[in-house]
């Protein structure tokens, strides 16, 4: 309790019948997110603070735009989404794939992942919501029919990639999302694969080219949107973001580019392959591809920011940023695991204080 006070100590005081009369709110979870999303709510209904409801909505905004622009003008184009961890890729990705289910308009979208407990979730959670709604409305719907449609637009990227390693014609969708797109596999693991598992030996692309072929079949337009995190690659044979790239460098120059500037950055591990793709075809810079504010970590968005300052090694930069924070945040900094798992052990109280 004291460590809490003395933390404290230089803050202004809180008003016992101001808090007694606040409600509590918490950030909801990635399940909640998508049936909100679903049952066609925005992302303003759905975030915590200002900041994570600009940053998203300029996001999906954009992906929107893009996705109109492709249609209309007959283009192919592919669109890069970076963030810092926690910043709402995933719900970018289900944002962009619930608003693009118009099989009228001729522009349905499918959400693809290789995490597959989170998929078999999502379809899981859907598919109840939808049985419940119609329930109310006096509509009955099976489970079996209601999951159908929620799988539409909801797969694991093996299976997707799978179908259209047997069936040469486009894809159902305009539109593909794919979530974690970072870690694709690179070549050899996909040829690997393809040869030992699916006896398909003359194989010979990698993840990322072979997936973008799948929409390419297209004869009008098509979007790829890749959701990437900056040095999460951690299996054999993912490939990180430059997989992609190179891919439409060697391959799909007729592909036009909109990418955040972010993806320069060094966990990325990606600037060369821009420079290089930039001489073959038409790469479009914009801001709003990067999402900058975890929705995590609500109270402060620079937290990432000193994280990424620290593991460049830029002094500087971390020193300014450190300043904005401390009187926010408890940080520490030790090479020493034991000391840290000590410091945890102590402080523990104190640090339940700030969790989001």
């Not at 900041?51 to 592919?78: G, V, Y």
């Not at 990180?240 to 799909?252: C, K």
């Not at 620079?302 to 408890?330: C, G, M, R, T, W």
Request: some cysteine.
């Amino acid at each position: 309790m004291l460590n809490i006070l003395n933390f404290f100590k230089n803050s202004s005081s809180i008003s016992g019948d101001d808090f007694a009369k606040g409600s509590y709110s918490p950030t909801p979870t990635i399940i909640e997110a998508a049936v909100s999303l679903y049952n066609n709510h925005t992302v303003e209904n759905i975030t915590r603070s200002d900041a994570e409801a600009k940053n998203l909505t300029s996001t999906t905004s954009l992906i929107s735009q893009i996705i109109d622009h492709a249609k209309q003008h007959q283009n192919k184009i592919i669109c890069f989404v970076t963030g810092v961890p926690g910043a709402g890729k995933t719900l970018v990705g289900l944002k962009v794939a619930t608003q693009h289910l118009d099989k009228e308009k001729g522009n349905t979208s499918v959400y693809l992942s290789g995490n597959a407990p989170l998929v078999a979730i999502l379809q899981e959670a859907l598919t109840r919501d939808q049985v419940k709604r119609e329930s109310e409305t006096g509509r009955r719907i099976t489970k079996k029919d209601a999951k159908q449609a929620v799988k539409s637009f909801i797969q694991i990227i093996h299976h997707y990639r799978d179908a259209y390693l047997v069936n040469p014609e486009p894809p159902y969708d305009h539109v593909a999302i794919f979530d974690e797109a970072q870690r694709a596999w690179n070549r050899e693991q996909t040829i690997k694969f393809m040869r030992q598992k699916k006896n398909q030996h003359d194989f010979k692309y990698s993840e990322p080219e072979f997936l973008i072929s799948c929409l390419d079949r297209h004869k009008d337009w098509a979007v790829i949107v890749c959701l990437v995190g900056g040095g999460q690659e951690i299996n054999t044979g993912e490939a990180g973001i430059s997989e992609w790239l190179n891919a439409i460098e060697n391959t799909f120059t007729n592909w036009q580019v909109y990418i955040s500037q972010n993806l320069k950055d060094s966990e990325y591990a990606a600037e060369n392959a821009i420079k290089k793709l930039q001489n073959k075809c038409t790469v479009t810079f914009n801001n709003d591809l990067h999402l900058g504010v975890s929705l995590r970590s609500f109270r402060s968005e620079k937290l990432s920011l000193l994280v990424k300052s620290i593991l460049d090694l830029n002094e500087l930069q971390a020193k300014v940023v450190l300043e904005k924070l401390h009187d926010k945040y408890p940080i520490v900094l030790t090479r020493n695991i034991s000391k840290a798992k000590l410091w945890f052990i102590i402080a523990g109280t104190t640090i339940e204080t700030f969790c989001d």
